[in-house]
């Protein structure tokens, strides 16, 4: 567990995996935090060193009050990478995760080896519908959106089939701060990549859980499809976090994905 100050905010991050091999840096969706990654590190790890970090309004990194901006989160990833002193790397994010990943290959498309776009696409929702969250969560708190938060994270078989895991994972949306959670919902309502992703060069692997209700198949298929050098690879069994629900086949593809473009 290692913090960094960027530009007087201050980040939480993890190194793991092989410390000479390359670089795969994975970003976290809105109500998360890098835990959301711990399966796929476990596979990944003898392989890559991975980064994972808690962007700005989660986990243990700062939650300032305000709305925040796809940029400013892009600020963060960029700041940490020079801290880190990656130049070279592989870039996996889900959902506003996966648009900062997307905003990353936009501007630093030298930097990038490979991309991988979870659960995510160009536009996320409509400005009515985030307003509508944010207002709900100042008034409410995290608790007011849970229940319909988990629907949409999970498959009806895993809130059945795994109530420990799935009254964990409620518990850190619900731990994480009203400020941090509005704040990205803002970013999520202002942020249009439609007309941006068509100039990603980077290889791009577009992934969606086949049951994933906040991003459906269609929508992520739809900015795959803008992306010139990309493949969309549905996952079976998963919602809107294949990495938690079906991290084994989420790491299988990332891996074939990663050993076809280092191959030519
Ligand atoms: O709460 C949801 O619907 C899930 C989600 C939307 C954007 C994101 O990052 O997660």
């Known amino acids: 567990m290692s913090f960094v100050q960027i530009g007087g905010l201050t980040l939480h991050y993890r190194v793991q995996g092989r410390s000479d091999a390359p670089a795969l840096v994975l970003v976290n969706s809105l109500g998360t935090d890098a835990r959301i990654w711990d399966d796929v590190i476990a596979l990944l790890g003898a392989r890559y060193r991975i980064v994972s970090y808690d962007k700005r309004g989660h986990g243990l990194s700062d939650a300032p009050e305000g709305d925040y901006s796809l940029d400013q989160h892009i600020d963060d990833l960029e700041g940490l990478l020079d801290h880190l002193q990656i130049e070279q790397l ?4 889900v959902s506003v995760g996966g648009q900062i990943a997307q905003g990353f290959a936009i501007r630093h ?8 776009l979870c659960d995510t696409a160009a536009r996320l929702g409509s400005a009515e519908m985030w307003n509508a969250r944010i207002a709900a969560v100042r008034a409410g708190g995290l608790d007011a959106i849970a229940d319909a938060v988990m629907e949409r994270w999970f498959t009806p078989a895993f809130r059945r089939e795994r109530p420990a895991e799935l009254a964990g994972w409620r518990n850190l949306l619900l731990a994480m701060p009203v400020a941090g959670y509005a704040g990205t919902c803002a970013a999520l309502r202002d942020a249009d990549l439609t007309d941006a992703v068509g100039a990603i060069t980077t ?3 577009v992934v969606c859980g086949s049951q994933d209700l906040s991003t459906p198949p269609e929508l992520v298929l739809a900015t795959a499809q803008l992306i010139p050098n990309s493949r969309f690879e549905l996952i079976a069994g998963a919602g809107h976090i294949p990495s938690i ?5 989420l790491a299988a593809l990332m891996q074939s994905f990663f050993d076809e473009v280092s191959h030519g």
């Open 90 to 93: 592989a870039l996996c994010g």
């Open 109 to 116: 498309p030298e930097r990038l080896t490979a991309l991988v």
């Open 203 to 205: 290889p791009t692997l």
């Open 245 to 249: 629900e079906q991290f084994q086949a």
